[in-house]
Protein backbone atom coordinates (compact mmCIF):
# COMPACT_ATOMS: atom_id res chain seq x y z
CA UNK A 1 0.00 0.00 0.00
CA UNK A 2 1.40 3.34 -0.89
CA UNK A 3 2.68 5.76 1.71
CA UNK A 4 0.40 8.36 0.34
CA UNK A 5 -3.01 6.55 0.31
CA UNK A 6 -5.78 8.38 2.53
CA UNK A 7 -8.80 7.30 4.08
CA UNK A 8 -11.71 9.44 4.82
CA UNK A 9 -15.07 7.70 7.17
CA UNK A 10 -17.82 9.48 7.33
CA UNK A 11 -19.79 8.40 10.38
CA UNK A 12 -23.91 8.13 10.29
CA UNK A 13 -26.58 5.42 10.00
CA UNK A 14 -27.92 3.61 7.32
CA UNK A 15 -31.48 3.65 5.83
CA UNK A 16 -33.73 6.72 4.11
CA UNK A 17 -35.08 7.25 7.39
CA UNK A 18 -31.86 8.74 9.02
CA UNK A 19 -30.60 10.66 5.82
CA UNK A 20 -30.83 13.80 6.86
CA UNK A 21 -30.50 13.14 10.88
CA UNK A 22 -28.33 15.56 12.89
CA UNK A 23 -25.74 12.48 13.41
CA UNK A 24 -25.92 11.62 10.29
CA UNK A 25 -23.54 14.96 9.15
CA UNK A 26 -20.67 12.50 8.70
CA UNK A 27 -22.74 10.84 5.54
CA UNK A 28 -23.68 13.77 4.61
CA UNK A 29 -20.16 15.32 4.05
CA UNK A 30 -18.73 11.43 3.03
CA UNK A 31 -21.13 12.25 0.29
CA UNK A 32 -20.45 15.77 -1.15
CA UNK A 33 -16.85 14.51 -1.18
CA UNK A 34 -18.03 11.31 -3.26
CA UNK A 35 -19.72 13.55 -6.07
CA UNK A 36 -16.43 15.99 -6.26
CA UNK A 37 -14.12 13.29 -6.95
CA UNK A 38 -16.67 11.35 -8.75
CA UNK A 39 -16.15 8.10 -6.65
CA UNK A 40 -18.51 4.96 -6.86
CA UNK A 41 -19.46 3.71 -3.26
CA UNK A 42 -20.15 0.06 -3.39
CA UNK A 43 -21.44 -1.94 -0.54
CA UNK A 44 -18.87 -4.25 0.68
CA UNK A 45 -20.74 -6.87 3.29
CA UNK A 46 -16.97 -8.03 4.25
CA UNK A 47 -16.43 -4.63 5.49
CA UNK A 48 -19.91 -3.96 6.89
CA UNK A 49 -19.63 -0.45 4.49
CA UNK A 50 -19.77 1.80 1.27
CA UNK A 51 -16.41 2.30 -0.20
CA UNK A 52 -14.97 3.35 -2.85
CA UNK A 53 -11.56 4.87 -4.16
CA UNK A 54 -9.79 7.16 -6.75
CA UNK A 55 -6.71 8.80 -7.36
CA UNK A 56 -6.68 12.19 -5.80
CA UNK A 57 -3.01 14.03 -6.52
CA UNK A 58 -0.70 11.98 -5.02
CA UNK A 59 -2.53 10.07 -2.69
CA UNK A 60 -4.72 7.01 -3.51
CA UNK A 61 -8.37 8.27 -1.66
CA UNK A 62 -10.53 6.37 0.20
CA UNK A 63 -13.99 6.51 1.33
CA UNK A 64 -16.12 5.14 3.51
CA UNK A 65 -19.38 4.49 5.20
CA UNK A 66 -20.03 2.50 7.90
CA UNK A 67 -23.47 0.53 7.64
CA UNK A 68 -23.19 -1.30 10.77
CA UNK A 69 -25.31 1.89 12.64
CA UNK A 70 -23.21 4.01 14.44
CA UNK A 71 -22.72 2.38 17.71
CA UNK A 72 -20.82 -0.01 16.20
CA UNK A 73 -18.71 2.00 13.40
CA UNK A 74 -15.74 0.59 14.99
CA UNK A 75 -16.79 -3.43 13.74
CA UNK A 76 -16.35 -1.81 10.18
CA UNK A 77 -13.53 0.39 10.69
CA UNK A 78 -11.04 -2.76 11.88
CA UNK A 79 -12.46 -4.45 9.42
CA UNK A 80 -11.26 -1.86 6.48
CA UNK A 81 -7.86 -1.26 8.23
CA UNK A 82 -7.20 -5.06 8.30
CA UNK A 83 -7.65 -4.89 4.01
CA UNK A 84 -5.39 -1.37 4.15
CA UNK A 85 -2.23 -1.19 6.20
CA UNK A 86 -2.03 2.59 6.72
CA UNK A 87 -1.46 4.78 9.70
CA UNK A 88 -3.51 6.69 11.58
CA UNK A 89 -1.61 10.20 10.62
CA UNK A 90 -3.44 8.87 7.21
CA UNK A 91 -7.23 8.57 8.24
CA UNK A 92 -9.34 11.29 9.29
CA UNK A 93 -13.09 10.51 10.61
CA UNK A 94 -16.09 12.92 10.04
CA UNK A 95 -18.85 12.96 12.66
CA UNK A 96 -20.87 15.22 14.24
CA UNK A 97 -20.53 17.00 17.81
CA UNK A 98 -23.27 18.22 20.30
CA UNK A 99 -20.67 20.04 21.93
CA UNK A 100 -20.03 22.65 19.42
CA UNK A 101 -22.69 25.14 17.77
CA UNK A 102 -24.22 24.12 15.29
CA UNK A 103 -22.32 25.26 11.90
CA UNK A 104 -18.63 25.02 13.93
CA UNK A 105 -15.66 22.77 12.71
CA UNK A 106 -13.14 21.24 14.41
CA UNK A 107 -10.29 19.10 13.04
CA UNK A 108 -7.54 17.35 15.55
CA UNK A 109 -5.30 14.82 14.86
CA UNK A 110 -6.00 12.43 17.98
CA UNK A 111 -7.89 12.53 21.35
CA UNK A 112 -10.93 11.00 23.22
CA UNK A 113 -14.02 10.04 21.96
CA UNK A 114 -15.65 13.29 23.59
CA UNK A 115 -18.74 11.19 24.43
CA UNK A 116 -19.21 10.51 21.01
CA UNK A 117 -20.96 6.63 20.40
CA UNK A 118 -19.35 6.19 16.98
CA UNK A 119 -15.53 7.46 17.91
CA UNK A 120 -15.89 5.03 20.68
CA UNK A 121 -16.42 2.51 19.00
CA UNK A 122 -13.77 2.85 16.62
CA UNK A 123 -11.20 3.58 19.34
CA UNK A 124 -12.32 0.60 21.14
CA UNK A 125 -12.47 -1.66 18.01
CA UNK A 126 -8.57 -0.74 16.61
CA UNK A 127 -7.37 0.46 19.69
CA UNK A 128 -6.14 3.45 19.35
CA UNK A 129 -7.12 7.24 19.73
CA UNK A 130 -4.35 7.98 16.96
CA UNK A 131 -6.49 9.20 13.81
CA UNK A 132 -7.64 12.72 12.45
CA UNK A 133 -11.11 13.40 13.46
CA UNK A 134 -13.18 16.57 12.11
CA UNK A 135 -16.44 17.21 14.13
CA UNK A 136 -19.24 19.04 12.76
CA UNK A 137 -21.46 21.42 14.89
CA UNK A 138 -25.06 20.40 15.97
CA UNK A 139 -25.41 21.87 18.76
CA UNK A 140 -27.06 21.19 22.24
CA UNK A 141 -31.42 20.27 22.10
CA UNK A 142 -33.51 22.72 23.78
CA UNK A 143 -35.21 21.99 26.64
CA UNK A 144 -33.54 19.19 28.09
CA UNK A 145 -35.00 17.00 24.92
CA UNK A 146 -33.39 13.87 24.92
CA UNK A 147 -30.63 13.51 23.70
CA UNK A 148 -30.89 9.88 21.32
CA UNK A 149 -34.03 11.71 20.20
CA UNK A 150 -32.17 15.33 19.28
CA UNK A 151 -29.30 13.77 17.43
CA UNK A 152 -31.59 11.07 15.21
CA UNK A 153 -34.15 14.19 14.00
CA UNK A 154 -34.06 16.20 11.17
CA UNK A 155 -32.14 19.40 11.11
CA UNK A 156 -34.85 22.48 11.50
CA UNK A 157 -36.35 24.50 9.30
CA UNK A 158 -33.60 27.30 10.53
CA UNK A 159 -30.78 24.82 9.82
CA UNK A 160 -31.94 23.39 7.11
CA UNK A 161 -31.41 27.15 5.06
CA UNK A 162 -27.51 26.65 5.90
CA UNK A 163 -26.97 23.20 5.76
CA UNK A 164 -25.65 22.71 2.55
CA UNK A 165 -23.60 25.32 2.89
CA UNK A 166 -22.14 23.61 6.25
CA UNK A 167 -21.74 20.65 4.44
CA UNK A 168 -19.57 21.89 1.35
CA UNK A 169 -17.34 23.98 4.26
CA UNK A 170 -16.69 20.37 5.61
CA UNK A 171 -15.21 18.90 2.41
CA UNK A 172 -13.25 21.65 2.30
CA UNK A 173 -11.43 21.26 5.07
CA UNK A 174 -11.45 17.50 4.15
CA UNK A 175 -9.88 18.52 1.30
CA UNK A 176 -7.27 20.91 2.83
CA UNK A 177 -6.42 17.59 5.04
CA UNK A 178 -5.77 15.59 2.34
CA UNK A 179 -3.46 17.94 1.07
CA UNK A 180 -1.82 19.68 3.53
CA UNK A 181 -2.37 17.32 6.53
CA UNK A 182 -4.07 17.78 9.85
CA UNK A 183 -1.91 21.12 10.99
CA UNK A 184 -2.45 23.67 8.30
CA UNK A 185 -5.83 22.58 8.18
CA UNK A 186 -6.82 22.77 11.98
CA UNK A 187 -4.98 26.76 11.04
CA UNK A 188 -6.91 27.12 8.31
CA UNK A 189 -11.25 25.83 10.11
CA UNK A 190 -10.69 25.56 13.29
CA UNK A 191 -10.48 29.67 13.78
CA UNK A 192 -14.05 30.02 12.03
CA UNK A 193 -17.33 28.62 11.66
CA UNK A 194 -19.62 27.94 8.68
CA UNK A 195 -21.93 31.29 9.46
CA UNK A 196 -19.13 33.79 8.91
Known amino acids: MPESSRIIIGLGNPGKEYAWTRHNFG ?3 VGELKERYQISLKNDRALSGLVGKTQAGDSLLYLFMPTT ?3 HSGVAVKAL ?3 IDIGGENILVICDDLNLDYGQLRIRPAGSD ?3 NGLSSIIHEIGSKSFARLRGGI ?3 AHQRDVVDY ?3 NFDAT ?3 TINNFINKAADCAEVWLKKGVGDTMDQFNKR ?3 E
Request: charged share 20%.
Open 27 to 29: FLV
Open 69 to 71: FMN
Open 81 to 83: LRK
Open 114 to 116: GGH
Open 139 to 141: GQP
Open 151 to 153: VLS
Open 159 to 161: EKK
Open 193 to 195: TNN
